[in-house]
């Protein structure tokens, strides 16, 4: 059974609007990290946002946001005020385990986001 | 913030001879490294987990001897892939995590052509 489960294999928006990109994760431990990342066309891998499953608040950092729902097990990427650079590959990404541990990451099979200018 | 460094970015090879690529932690010690292939358009696929000074951990389906990875150093792990065929051709990059594993610091990767 997939542990990291991306719905969208691509998404369209338009420039400056608000974009979900959708995330469902799977685990039995009660300690683990969500992660995004983002991927351009060049290979690089971008880290956007981090999550811990114990922390209280939703994750915030400049225009993306994740919207942590744990009792639904989602952890979806809000990007707001979408720009043409956010065009690019979206990977959504768990550690099982507490913060600390040097796990491998499980991931996502990715979402290709293109904004519309 | 932290960097790893990789290199070469790109190569390209003739079929059946070695290529190593390097990461280097450079203002941190990496006492682990992933490494990863990914096909295009496709995600992340782990090939093998490294610590340093011991042996490294492959995953299911990882021909160990064709992929050598070496993790001699904090700051250094290499990963060789020996007698390379066109199959071979991928794009490899590594990463190490954040010692709070609360991110995961990934090289620049490289583009491996086998022809």
């Known amino acids: 059974a997939q542990k990291i489960t991306q719905t969208q294999p691509g998404m369209f928006v338009q420039e400056k609007e608000a974009v979900t990109l959708d995330c469902t994760y799977d685990?039995?431990?009660?300690?683990?990290?969500l992660f995004w990342y983002k991927q351009p066309s060049s290979g690089e891998m971008i880290f956007l946002i981090y999550?811990?499953?114990?922390d209280q608040q939703n994750a915030t950092e400049g225009r993306y946001s994740l919207n942590f729902q744990k009792a639904r097990k989602s952890a979806n990427l809000v990007i707001s005020a979408s720009q043409l650079g956010d065009s690019a590959m979206y990977f959504c990404?768990?550690?099982?385990?507490?913060?600390?541990?040097?796990?491998?990451?499980?991931w996502g099979l990715g979402t290709s986001l293109a904004v519309n200018p | 913030g932290a960097v790893v460094s990789q290199h070469p970015s790109r190569v390209i090879c003739k079929s059946g001879t070695s290529v190593k690529i390097e990461c280097r932690s450079l203002?941190?010690?990496?006492?682990?490294m992933f490494w990863y292939r990914q096909f295009p358009k496709q995600s992340l696929m782990l090939m093998a987990t490294?610590?340093?000074?011991?042996?490294?951990?492959?995953e299911q389906g990882v021909e160990k001897d064709k992929f050598l990875i070496n993790h001699a150093s904090l700051t250094l792990s290499t990963l060789t892939v020996t007698s390379a065929h066109p199959e071979d051709s991928s794009f490899y990059i590594c990463s190490a995590p954040h010692y709070l594993n609360t991110e995961a610091f990934f090289g620049q990767g490289t583009r491996l052509t086998v022809v």
């Open positions: 990404a768990m550690r099982e385990g507490p913060d600390g541990n040097n796990r491998k990451l499980i």
């Open positions: 203002d941190f010690q990496a006492t682990t």
């Open positions: 490294s610590n340093e000074g011991s042996k490294a951990t492959y």
């Open positions: 685990t039995s431990d009660p300690s683990y990290g």
């Open positions: 999550q811990g499953s114990y």
